[in-house]
């Protein structure tokens, strides 16, 4: 349900909130996201010690009804119209998204983050809470990257590609912890984590600074051809 739902929802902030504030909203979403895997965690195994399996699992089933009556409503957007959609085969719009990684640098950078942050959050799900607020950060950053670097009808695919590859890499980190702690230890595996950390933002700070740097001379050249052309 989650590699439906995600990137859809990711695919839809643009339209919502406009590009001057798609960073705060995705960092916003992650934010509620982290604190939901808190909160439902520690109220579920609550639930599970005082009533039982079956209340847990009535319990998630009217969570997974009031988030769909809280979709029902149509939103109001800021971007105008939506482009009517392509229709596709699932398989092949999944490929269209993954040749957008290939023809855009800036995709790639970011998808070389992604996985790097993937891993290492998959390597201390349990963790997470307290070792995994810079992948909160930086999946916010990056998502906000992928957003605004393809185009509106081209977005919901290439987030999907971006979504498998982190469930992807996430179940690799998840995976190799398991099998390498008891050989190297915790805290070995800690340091590691912080390594991947570490490399995923030199990453993108490298890899992403000539974008930035592009998007800057761009916006200078339009302000001064629009300055030029006001002069009498």
Do not use: C, H, K
């Amino acid at each position: 349900m989650a590699s439906l739902f995600e990137p859809t929802r990711n695919a839809l902030v643009p339209v919502l909130v406009g590009s001057d504030r798609l960073t705060a909203a995705n960092g916003l979403m992650g934010f509620n996201s982290s604190a939901a895997r808190l909160v439902g965690s520690s109220l579920g195994g609550l639930v599970l010690g005082t009533s039982g399996l079956d209340w847990v699992l009535a319990g998630y089933l009217a969570a997974l009804l009031l988030a769909t009556a809280l979709l029902l409503p149509r939103f109001r957007t800021v971007t105008g119209p939506a482009a009517v959609p392509i229709r596709q085969p699932m398989f092949r719009a999944w490929l269209d998204g993954l040749a957008e990684f290939r023809r855009e640098r800036s995709l790639r950078v970011t998808g070389m983050t992604l996985a790097l942050g993937a891993v290492a959050q998959g390597m201390f799900l349990v963790l997470f809470s307290a070792v995994g607020a810079p992948a909160v950060f930086g999946t916010s950053g990056a998502l906000t990257v992928v957003q605004t670097t393809v185009t509106a009808d081209r977005t919901g695919r290439v987030l999907a590609t971006t979504f498998a590859e982190m469930a992807a890499f996430q179940t690799a980190g998840t995976l190799a912890a398991g099998a390498l702690v008891d050989v190297w230890g915790l805290g070995w595996l800690l340091n590691i984590q912080a390594t991947l950390l570490l490399v995923a933002g030199v990453v993108a700070v490298a890899g992403l600074r000539r974008r930035a740097v592009m998007r800057r001379s761009t916006r200078d050249a339009t302000e001064t051809q629009s300055a030029t052309a006001a002069r009498p």
